[in-house]
């Protein structure tokens, strides 16, 4: 068994905190079983995949807080209910937050964002914008002549970010995954 620092590092973590966090869930979920001494045991489903189950990706880190340069990697699949991406599973692709710019919306740093791909949203919506070649999460407001992306923290330095030219939408956020307590 590797340990949780050759973890971190094979999977680009700076530090053993995501890799805990992960083990902890796939532990609680009882798709695996800590063993003193010997590792880890796979006791659960964890390469047969339910019926009503679909692979959906998870493509990098997104902006909480200031935009962060657009960046897609494949870092793996998340599987997840049918149900949840409305037989459409192509639409739909999971984000890592990064920040704290939207905690007071139920949005931590590194929860999993479920993001549905589409160029509209509503007025109110949890959105991923791309402004120049930088991605951000945030509350889309539409303005007569300009569009309000509104953080919601309980930190008081984050402020309203006003586009009018170089935004475009990327998609909605449809759920957030909370990967620890």
């Given at each position: 068994m590797p340990s949780y620092k050759e973890l971190a590092d094979v999977l680009?973590?700076?530090?053993?905190?995501?890799?805990?966090?992960?083990?902890?869930?796939?532990?609680?979920?009882?798709?695996?079983?800590?063993?003193?001494?010997?590792?880890?045991?796979?006791?659960?489903p964890i390469e047969k995949k339910e019926a009503n189950q679909v692979n959906i990706p998870l493509l990098g880190r997104v902006a909480c807080g200031a935009p962060l340069f657009a960046e897609e990697n494949l870092?793996?699949?998340?599987?997840?209910?049918?149900?949840?991406?409305?037989?459409?599973?192509?639409?739909?692709?999971?984000?890592?937050?990064?920040?704290?710019?939207?905690?007071?919306?139920?949005?931590?740093?590194n929860d999993l964002l479920l993001i549905e791909s589409q160029s509209v949203a509503n007025t109110g919506d949890r959105v991923l914008a791309l402004i120049d070649d930088e991605v951000t999460v945030k509350i889309f407001k539409p303005q007569a002549e300009c569009v309000a992306l509104l953080p919601k923290s309980k930190d008081e330095k984050y402020k309203p970010i006003i586009v009018s030219k170089d935004?475009?939408?990327?998609?909605?956020?449809?759920?957030v995954i909370k990967l620890s307590n």
């Amino acid at each position: 068994m590797p340990s949780y620092k050759e973890l971190a590092d094979v999977l680009g973590y700076p530090s053993v905190n995501s890799i805990q966090q992960y083990i902890r869930a796939l532990e609680k979920k009882k798709y695996i079983q800590i063993e003193e001494k010997r590792g880890l045991k796979n006791v659960g489903p964890i390469e047969k995949k339910e019926a009503n189950q679909v692979n959906i990706p998870l493509l990098g880190r997104v902006a909480c807080g200031a935009p962060l340069f657009a960046e897609e990697n494949l870092e793996g699949y998340v599987s997840i209910s049918k149900n949840l991406v409305k037989d459409k599973p192509k639409n739909f692709f999971f984000l890592r937050a990064h920040g704290n710019s939207m905690n007071d919306d139920g949005i931590d740093d590194n929860d999993l964002l479920l993001i549905e791909s589409q160029s509209v949203a509503n007025t109110g919506d949890r959105v991923l914008a791309l402004i120049d070649d930088e991605v951000t999460v945030k509350i889309f407001k539409p303005q007569a002549e300009c569009v309000a992306l509104l953080p919601k923290s309980k930190d008081e330095k984050y402020k309203p970010i006003i586009v009018s030219k170089d935004f475009r939408m990327q998609g909605v956020v449809r759920k957030v995954i909370k990967l620890s307590n």
